[in-house]
């Protein structure tokens, strides 16, 4: 075997071994649950803008969640489906209000476009953000199969999941 081959084949060996990694169990205080190794707090009774429900996770100790991370978004997704909730959508942490396009996290860290994280829709299969300057704020739309949407922040029946 050529030392490429070899390192090539140790490269995904420890590919695969650090996808099958579980996260760290943390301890969360209430009302926080650990969801794929962090404390999240996804709430189903209150609803609001963006910045009312971002403000509401602040009080909380906390701030809406960055779901940077893939494999934390999907175990998100996995955890809203276990809660067998009626149809909501969720306020997450991304918004592109300070700059028109330009999507950022609220630690300032940059989000992901296109696949995996947006929605596609529409006939022309177009995919978010397509809001423009009115939509700037995302959020996990239950009607796109809680992939990222972006959305008027001014809308209240949204509610928020909060991270700690």
Known sequence: MTSFALLSFLGTLAMVTATDVKPARVECESPFTQV????????HSTSGT????????????GDL??????????????????????????????????TEGLWKWTDGSAVRMGTPYWANTGASNSQMPTGGTEQNCAMLDVNMHYYFNDFFCTQTYIRPICEK
Not at 36 to 43: A, K, Y
């Open 36 to 43: 794929g190794g962090r404390c999240v707090h996804l709430e």
């Open 65 to 98: 969640v960055n779901l940077s991370d893939l494999q934390f978004f999907g175990d998100i997704i996995l955890y809203i489906e276990s809660l067998d909730l009626p149809s909501m959508h969720f306020w997450i942490g991304a918004t592109d209000e300070a």
């Open 50 to 61: 963006w910045h009312e429900m971002r403000k509401f996770c602040q009080d909380l100790g």
